[in-house]
Nanobody, 119 residues
Framework: QVQLVESGGGLVQAGDSLRLSCAAS????????MGWFRQAPGKEREFVAS????????GYADSVKGRFTISIDSAKNTVYLQMNNLKPEDTAVYYC????????????WGQGTQVTVSS
């Protein structure tokens, strides 16, 4: 059974940095894509970044390009989201999710971790 567990959220000030972690377990993930999403109060969930497990190819939302970096530690089965120069508009619950090869939808989701950025 696939499990995703996020950690690393917290309360920071604008301009600070945080690193989120997503520990994956339950199978091998070669060919899977791991994504980070976020949902702010009253808003729809939005894509933040993704990485292909096998090749480490990445993609980012325009709103976080140049500030956020997604990476993988395959030995630990963990994906990270390094968030620099945080802004109040980055405040949200952040979720990691997995998508199987050749499948459009992200099927496996973590429980979420809160990130709050004060101005």
């Amino acid at each position: 059974q696939v499990q995703l567990v996020e950690s690393g959220g917290g309360l920071v000030q604008a301009g600070d940095s945080l690193r989120l972690s997503c520990a994956a377990s339950g199978r091998t993930f070669s060919g899977y894509r791991m994504g980070w999403f976020r949902q702010a109060p009253g808003k729809e969930r939005e894509f933040v970044a993704s990485i292909l497990w096998s090749s480490a190819a990445t993609g980012y939302a325009d709103s976080v390009k140049g500030r956020f970096t997604i990476s993988i530690d395959s030995a630990k089965n963990t994906v990270y989201l390094q968030m620099n120069n945080l802004k109040p508009e980055d405040t949200a619950v952040y979720y990691c999710a997995l998508r199987r090869p050749f499948i459009q939808a992200y099927e496996y989701w973590g429980q979420g971790t809160q990130v709050t950025v004060s101005s």
